[in-house]
């Protein structure tokens, strides 16, 4: 199995509500990492969890909130968005987060706040 | 901050031509990766090439490194339909996880 699957594909959610996105490999892999792209650039990377402890901040606003149950799941928190947080978020994993090899991508969410 | 300068930023070609897209970066790296992107889906990694390599093939694809210039090419042979796509490289510079997207290339291949 070398799929990361990102549940829901497609999320509307308006200023106030609180939402999470999900991902899950079940290839072995220790690193997992939060992407968000806006349409037309490339992927920015937000997040970075190296065997299940998050490593990297890109300095993201709060109310992003990563979590990381276990070395399969990934969750995206979501609280109190702004309309300009609306973009497809990518979560991607790879086998060790010290040696960059491939990198496995979801089909990413597409995230609409109203 | 994003590291890598990819160009073209757009190019259109005819099914049997030949498509080369060129990134360029800053600091030094461990290595360099480029990726696929069909519209609004996930990446698909296409090919690794390490800081110490100056080319590396996969089927259709070559890519070339030049640490000295920073820079790196993605030739794609006898382009099809099928890989009108938006390509991007990226590059590790060995800061624990951090892989860095160039501002990608949309490569549209006419039948």
């Known amino acids: 199995d070398t799929e990361v699957t990102q549940t829901p594909k497609h999320l509307v959610m308006g200023m106030t509500n609180k939402k999470s996105l999900k991902c899950e490999q079940h290839?072995?892999?220790?690193?997992m990492y939060w992407y968000k792209q806006k349409a037309k650039k490339p992927p920015e990377l937000m997040f970075v969890y190296s065997y299940e402890k998050l490593s990297i901040n890109e300095s993201v606003p709060s109310r992003f909130s990563p979590e990381c149950p276990n070395s399969s799941l990934l969750n995206l928190h979501l609280h109190a968005l702004q309309p300009e947080d609306s973009a497809l978020y990518l979560c991607?994993?790879?086998?060790?987060?010290?040696?960059?090899?491939?990198?496995?991508f979801g089909q990413g969410t597409r995230l609409t706040v109203v | 901050s994003q590291q890598g300068e990819e160009d073209p930023q757009a190019l259109s070609i005819q099914e049997g031509e030949n498509a080369t897209m060129n990134c360029s970066y800053k600091?030094?790296?461990?290595?360099l990766q480029w990726y696929r992107q069909n519209s609004g889906r996930g990446l698909v990694h296409l090919i690794l090439i390490r800081s110490n390599e100056r080319e590396k093939h996969s089927g259709r694809l070559r890519v070339t490194l030049d640490t000295s210039k920073k820079s790196s090419s993605l030739l794609i042979t006898a382009s099809r339909a099928a890989d009108t796509a938006s390509y991007f490289c990226?590059?590790?510079?060995?800061?624990?996880?951090?892989?860095?997207f160039g501002q990608g290339t949309e490569l549209s291949v006419k039948p």
């Open positions: 290839m072995g892999h220790r690193a």
């Open positions: 600091t030094s790296i461990n290595n």
């Open positions: 991607a994993s790879s086998q060790d987060p010290g040696a960059w090899t491939e990198a496995f």
């Open positions: 990226a590059t590790d510079h060995n800061q624990g996880g951090k892989l860095i």
